[in-house]
């Protein structure tokens, strides 16, 4: 887990040289051109780039309906058709913006029975022109593994919750690029404990977890992106075989004016951020990997 | 200056929202398997195949997914299936699809830590029909 610093180091400074260094040309164009302060258009195309959240915040009196489905792995090959016809996880998902630049929306999530309360809110918007370079973004959920008492063994009623924070920091570059950088931490009000060699109680994990999450999104056509996504786990925790796996993730993006619909291959499978984040034991290297799509239905009111 | 009193104010409440509602740090030792001889038939089948894995639908019969995880068919079903290794517990089929090495993890409710700890400790006393 250690030597993954260095990459995570190396992955932020591109990001923000990227950031940086086209922040001359962006001010040359304010010298000759007007100020024009309303967000920029499309920073993304939706509110989800596959297992994560955007610096997107939809307009006031949009209500969406998110289906999130992730099937099972795909390396048992044809035995259940590359992971088609697996055990898969699924989400439903319901958001609406009540006022300008905040979101507030609730899911629930098949694995563990969990139901997420989440809100969103844009601290920051990226200007057309003159005003601000990127998009400052806060999102934050409350997560509650609704299992019976019997199945999920609780010890406390607290013990169901999780909660997640991130701040993301976008930036449309072009028509056709926009990338984001997010850092979040998870946390989970109870963890599995084991005996230490001196007969104590600790935990496998730690309670908190930070994670970075690198995604973007590129136009090839009209109504067509190429996205990507890569969520690294800064945490180490106490028992190196539980640290989480990062994950790396790419596909397709097909939108509409209402529509929104993404298929990739990926790593995560849990959906619910904190979860993923925390529990994720299916790496790249190992050949787990896993089909999964996002379909969003906007309306608005 | 109001859109940033307002910007101010979201922030507060959300982050007040996220810590303040129940946060806490406990670390839960799970329910541990008996220290004898872990017996299949009178503790593995009824404390973990029959209340999390036998169920209709699931390991429910020849014709359901596999292994037939029924209380008469359990103990051959996965030793002819070859789903445990008695050499290398840890590595057995059957214990790896416990923790989602294998799709995900079983049972679909979510792992089990006390299933696991209970299947592991059978494997490793030699997986036998007792």
Redesign the interface.
């Given at each position: 887990m250690k030597n993954q610093f260095p990459i995570i180091c190396r992955m932020l400074c591109l990001v923000l040289m990227a950031f940086v260094f086209t922040q001359p040309a962006y001010s040359q164009e304010e010298e000759t051109t007007e100020k024009d302060l309303r967000p920029v258009k499309n920073l993304f195309e939706g509110i989800w780039l596959i297992d994560n959240q955007t610096a997107v915040v939809p307009f006031k009196g949009t209500f969406e309906f998110d289906i999130q489905h992730r099937f099972?792995?795909w390396k048992?090959g044809f035995e259940?058709l590359f992971?088609l016809y697996?055990?898969?996880?699924m989400r439903l998902g319901f958001n609406y913006v009540p006022i300008e630049?905040?979101m507030i929306g609730f899911g629930l999530t098949?694995?563990?029975?969990t139901w997420d309360f989440n809100?969103k809110?844009a601290?920051i918007q990226q200007a057309r022109s003159g005003g601000s370079p990127v998009a400052v973004t806060?999102f934050?959920?409350?997560a509650i593994?609704t299992?019976d008492k019997a199945?999920?063994?609780f010890?406390?009623?607290?013990?169901r919750?999780s909660?997640f924070?991130q701040l993301m920091v976008a930036r449309k570059f072009s028509e056709n690029l926009s990338l984001q950088v997010a850092g979040s931490l998870s946390?989970f009000?109870?963890?599995?404990?084991?005996?230490t060699e001196d007969n104590k109680?600790?935990?496998k994990l730690k309670?908190d977890h930070i994670a970075v999450a690198l995604s973007g999104k590129y136009k090839v056509g009209a109504w067509v992106n190429i996205i990507a996504n890569v969520d690294l786990p800064v945490t180490s925790h106490n028992l190196e075989s539980v640290d989480p796996k990062s994950n790396i993730s790419f596909g397709v993006e097909m939108t509409s004016s209402s529509h929104q619909f993404q298929i990739f291959c990926g790593n995560f499978?849990n959906i619910t951020q904190q979860r993923n984040n925390v529990f994720n034991?299916n790496s790249f290297g190992d050949g787990?990997i896993l089909i999964g799509f996002n379909i969003t239905r906007l309306w608005n009111f | 200056m109001r859109n940033l009193k307002t910007t101010f104010c979201f922030t507060l409440m959300l982050t007040s929202f996220a810590f303040f509602i129940g946060c806490a740090y406990d670390a839960v030792l799970p329910e541990q398997p008996p220290k004898d001889e872990v017996s299949f038939n009178d503790f593995i089948v009824p404390n973990v195949f029959n209340p999390g894995c036998n169920t209709a639908g699931c390991h429910s019969g020849p014709a359901d997914f596999q292994p037939d995880l029924t209380p008469a068919n359990a103990y051959s079903s996965l030793l002819e299936g070859n789903y445990v290794d008695t050499l290398n517990p840890e590595s057995s089929v059957l214990y790896q699809w416990m923790l989602g090495n294998e799709g995900a993890a079983m049972p679909p409710s979510g792992t089990d830590a006390f299933y696991n700890a209970s299947i592991l400790k059978w494997i490793s006393e030699g997986a036998q029909d007792n």
């Open positions: 099972g792995l048992n259940d992971g697996a055990t898969s996880n630049r905040l098949k694995t563990n029975i809100a809110y601290l806060y934050v959920n409350t593994d299992r199945v999920g063994k010890a406390n009623g607290t013990d919750y909660y924070h946390h009000n109870a963890v599995e404990a084991y005996l109680e600790e935990g309670n499978y034991q787990n | -």
